[in-house]
């Protein structure tokens, strides 16, 4: 076999660095190679050591999130995480980012998003039952942020209605800090046979390599090693790195791959995302401990003259590679013919133990597998330990507006008005198994199987509590996942996680990620909640400008009936029942932000006992059939969540007064953890039930009437907080 005709030497290393190796990275790829790289194996080498596909500066820490449970199939290391829901059932999830794509073209960004992670999951043998992500935007008043928003959005709708996967819950943030770079974090969630889940290790030297899906061309290529560098002020001249989506051809893929999946003709699969046919062919081999090769002239190609490097970088969309057991050649390709798709034999496993390119007869990469793994970089970057924030006195911070006026404000906000103008733009019915829409309810709710079980999912994340104690924000993170689906009456089983973060090459970064994860794996630990899939985003900057850090959940919970799930609304004549401690926690609250104009002190503690004790009291509750419904506190405190579920149920409250032990701007909008508020026909039993629990339990008050009232005297009508409630994004948006 011929060498790969090498780069000349001073050329080879001007161009891993502008692909993104530092010198060190290159000379131990040469090291590994003995000679100097082909264009194609500088390629394929400096896209698998970029921070996207090798997590060089964040596999030290992950390692200490807690991946095993009793429930647990298939943790990190797959395509996505696979949990067993019962009945034979498994839910296969994970949550990625498209966070830079979606800056340079925020409708292909997202809508690529949202494909490449359904590949994820049903590569796996799952069908795609629901989508959710979590978006981060700039200031409202930016000039950036209403096209980005816009073209998010469009994006999410556009492909997941297409495709037929309904888009079920996320969340929404707006800060400054996201100005220059916001985050795009998509999750899909999958239901297979349990005893049915396709990996993607490669197996049997001799068996055929298929390629399948879309024609490779030349867009996305190096969008990994793009997704490993922070932003500049020309980043606008990236868009050839942004993959363009075809969700109609996802969609017959999603069903050709289904119907092969129900033969015996799959060995292995794998999505080709990020790096494309690098990544798969590489991991695929590499995982299964074989060689492989692959002959690019048989790859479907819809644009001319490309060359070996331009086809192994592509992140053309909709496309998949498989290794077929001996002789199923055929039968896959009659298969994806028929949906009308390519199908290419282009390779197979050998026993060498390397990844062999040729094209045109001619080879032009020739690389061991072994130690491109191996010898990888792995930093133990230093860390800066984020300085910690005393805790606010509530009795020392003013109420500058009184209690009704704040909470207008409040509802009105950025991070709390309603997110209707989204929802509209996203099919969250379609498929007719969604139970609760997004806003119906703290998690959303999906019916699996041809039974009574469902799915509780949300994702989550309070990125202001990050920056002031990353450790208390991740853990807080996590129990607000947990919080959100217990809320519905669900047993929390499993997260997902997106982390990110800036430039993990600046200490303090380092040791917000590192912080985070040490508050994650202290909350996944005590919730018994294994994390069984995610992604790493760093780089996330822009003139050397950061993200707020941003640990972002995604959490999996089952409910054995999805007749039991509750509900957000308030309904008429029921008596509400705060659950869990108030101690009128101030700092960094949006009341504080924006009612105070200031952005400061500890954020709530994270009692992680305490928030199992409640949680789990609350679920039984639930359980028991006589919760009427049942939201968790978190952004605004106790008022708002209130006027959440007022304005969900279009029945107002007259509330008990704040207690003496608290000034009453603090006990109606301080942001104390682990709290739940209750509607019950009646309050007596659930507060003895609650006093032999040991759980701290009071009667609010009473539902009814068109007014929100509390025990000043001071009263709101329904009318006026929906008004301001619905408002902001439809200004905002005026236009688009």
């Not at 289904?258 to 081999?285: C, N, R």
């Amino acid at each position: 076999m011929s060498t790969p005709v090498p780069l000349d030497a001073d050329r080879a290393r001007q161009l891993a660095a502008e692909f993104g190796l530092k010198p060190e990275e290159y000379d131990r790829a040469l090291a590994i190679l003995g000679r100097t790289p082909s264009l194609c194996e500088l390629g394929i080498v400096s896209v698998m050591w970029s921070e996207h596909c090798s997590y060089k500066s964040s596999r030290h820490w992950l390692r200490q999130l807690p991946t095993k449970a009793p429930w647990v199939i298939h943790g990190p290391g797959e395509n996505a995480g696979v949990i067993d829901i019962g009945e034979g059932l498994a839910a296969v999830f994970k949550m990625e980012s498209h966070n830079h794509p979606s800056f340079i073209e925020p409708y292909q960004g997202a809508a690529t998003g949202v494909g490449g992670i359904l590949r994820d999951v049903f590569t796996m043998g799952a069908r795609p039952v629901a989508n959710l992500n979590a978006l981060r935007f700039g200031s409202p008043d930016h000039p950036r942020t209403k096209r980005t928003l816009d073209g998010v959005v469009r994006g999410i709708g556009g492909y997941g209605n297409c495709v037929g996967v309904p888009t079920v819950g996320g969340e929404v943030n707006f800060h400054p800090a996201f100005n220059g770079n916001p985050l795009v974090n998509a999750m899909t969630v999958g239901i297979a046979p349990a005893d049915r889940i396709f990996l993607s290790a490669a197996a049997g030297i001799g068996n055929p390599v298929v390629y399948v899906g879309s024609k490779t061309g030349r867009d996305g290529i190096h969008g990994a090693t793009m997704a490993s560098a922070e932003f500049s002020a020309d980043s606008e001249e990236k868009r050839p790195t942004v993959q363009i989506g075809d969700p109609f051809a996802e969609k017959l893929l999603i069903e050709a791959c289904m119907e092969l999946m129900a033969t015996d003709a799959i060995v292995a699969i794998q999505d080709m995302g990020a790096a494309g046919l690098t990544s798969s062919g590489v991991e695929m081999a590499g995982k299964g401990g074989v060689g492989i090769e692959l002959t690019l002239d048989a790859v479907p190609q819809r644009e001319e003259g490309m060359t070996a490097y331009e086809m192994m970088l592509s992140e053309s969309q909709e496309r998949m590679l498989m290794v077929l057991r001996p002789g199923a050649e055929p039968v896959a390709e009659a298969i994806f013919r028929k949906w009308e798709l390519d199908f290419a034999v282009v390779g197979h496993i050998t026993d060498t133990g390397r990844i062999v390119v040729k094209h045109r007869g001619a080879v032009e990469a020739d690389i061991p597998l072994a130690p491109l793994e191996s010898e990888a970089p792995l930093y133990q970057r230093p860390t800066t330990e984020t300085p910690k924030q005393p805790l606010l006195d509530p009795r020392a911070v003013p109420d500058p507006v009184g209690i009704g006026p704040a909470l207008q404000r409040l509802v009105a906000s950025p991070d709390l008005c309603s997110r209707r103008w989204i929802w509209d733009q996203y099919d969250a019915t379609v498929g007719g198994q969604t139970v609760r829409r997004p806003g119906a309810s703290d998690a959303a709710v999906v019916r699996v199987g041809e039974g009574s079980r469902a799915l509780a999912l949300t994702t989550d994340c309070t990125p202001r509590y990050c920056l002031a104690d990353p450790e208390a924000g991740g853990a807080q993170a996590v129990a607000e996942a947990w919080r959100n689906i217990t809320a519905t009456g669900a047993l929390p089983l499993a997260i997902t996680d997106n982390m990110n973060f800036g430039n993990p090459e600046k200490p303090e970064v380092m040791g917000q990620f590192a912080a985070a994860v040490r508050g994650m794996a202290a909350a996944c630990t005590a919730l018994d909640f294994p994390v069984v899939s995610g992604n790493v985003s760093l780089y996330n900057e822009t003139e050397g400008r950061p993200i707020l850090p941003t640990p972002a959940i995604g959490g999996v919970g089952v409910l054995d009936d999805a007749a039991q799930a509750t509900r957000l609304a308030l309904p008429d004549n029921a008596d509400l029942v705060l659950l869990g401690h108030t101690a009128g926690h101030l700092g960094q609250s949006l009341w504080l932000r924006e009612i105070a104009g200031r952005e400061d002190g500890a954020p709530p503690p994270v009692d992680l006992a305490a928030e199992r004790r409640v949680g789990d009291f609350v679920r039984s509750t639930i359980r028991a059939g006589t919760v009427l419904a049942c939201h968790d506190l978190s952004d605004g405190g106790l008022l708002v969540a209130v006027a959440e579920m007022a304005l969900d149920g279009n029945t107002g409250a007259t509330l008990d007064p704040a207690p003496d032990t608290l000034p009453p701007h603090a006990w109606w909008f301080g942001e104390d953890q682990g709290r739940y508020l209750l509607a019950v026909s009646d309050a007596a039993p659930l507060l003895a039930a609650a006093a032999a629990a040991g759980i701290p339990a009071r009667r609010l008050g009473r539902s009814g009437g068109s007014h929100l009232a509390w025990g000043d005297g001071t009263s709101i009508s329904l009318a006026t907080l929906r008004a301001a409630h619905e408002a902001t994004l439809p200004a905002l948006m005026e236009g688009t």
